[in-house]
């Protein structure tokens, strides 16, 4: 029976690059690390990559893009997203997408919903194959999730901080008072992931992959205890 397949190039505030396929069509999502990276490291689906997903215009995830629609890579992003990012390339090979309609690329169905991040128009995806009628929630940057979903096989979340570690860092003055008031207004911590996840139909999830972990603030044998306890399902740190 053929499943959905992650692949992961580059997680984090360096960068952020991943693919999924369902065995026909290859999706990228984001487009963080240069485009020549990006081709290398996922040469040997590139025949069958159909697009790549765009997120939000913070360079950790989308600095790669422009250079990608320059290799003959369609890109998808909102509008917002797209005004941020300026000028592509090859600018026809650049789609706009809006929170709340769905759209298709090769054999996936998209729906993109809007996230809470300092962006122009931040999107997370929620996506179902249409070979292995899977789906798959792509969702990164943001610090809340208002949506509720169910019948999901694949949870790509971001996972960026722990409030306590955080805590610590400041008392200790190796992380300053002030990006704490940033990343709660644009960060999703393990606290509320936890809380997302209690909240959400699990019944048909097989794995979690936690993704964009902060280098001082996190603890990826934590956070990986942490959500595997808190769901029963399968957990990575990406």
Request: with cysteine.
């Amino acid at each position: 029976m053929r499943m959905i397949q992650v692949h992961c190039l580059a997680s984090g505030s360096a960068g952020n690059s991943y693919a999924v396929d369902d065995g026909e069509t290859v999706l990228l999502l984001e487009a963080g690390i240069p485009a020549k990276k990006i081709c290398a490291g996922y040469l040997k689906l590139l025949p069958r990559v159909a697009g790549c997903l765009i997120s939000h215009e913070h360079g950790d995830h989308a600095k790669g893009a422009a250079a990608l629609s320059g290799r003959g890579i369609d890109l998808y992003m909102t509008a917002g997203t797209r005004a941020a990012l300026g000028t592509f390339r090859c600018p026809y090979r650049v789609h706009t997408v809006r929170a709340q309609k769905q759209f298709s690329v090769g054999s996936w169905n998209m729906m993109p919903f809007d996230t809470e991040h300092d962006a122009m128009e931040p999107v997370g995806y929620l996506m179902q194959s249409t070979v292995t009628h899977e789906k798959l929630l792509f969702a990164t940057d943001t610090y809340y999730i208002k949506y509720r979903f169910s019948g999901v096989s694949i949870f790509m979340v971001e996972c960026n901080y722990s409030l306590e570690i955080l805590r610590e860092n400041i008392e200790a003055g190796r992380v300053p008072e002030n990006q704490k008031k940033r990343l709660l207004h644009s960060h999703f911590s393990l606290e509320h992931v936890v809380d997302f996840f209690r909240q959400t139909d699990l019944s048909a999830a097989r794995q979690i992959d936690l993704l964009h972990a902060s280098d001082r603030n996190s603890d990826a044998k934590l956070f990986k205890q942490e959500v595997q306890r808190a769901t029963g399902i399968p957990t990575k740190v990406l």
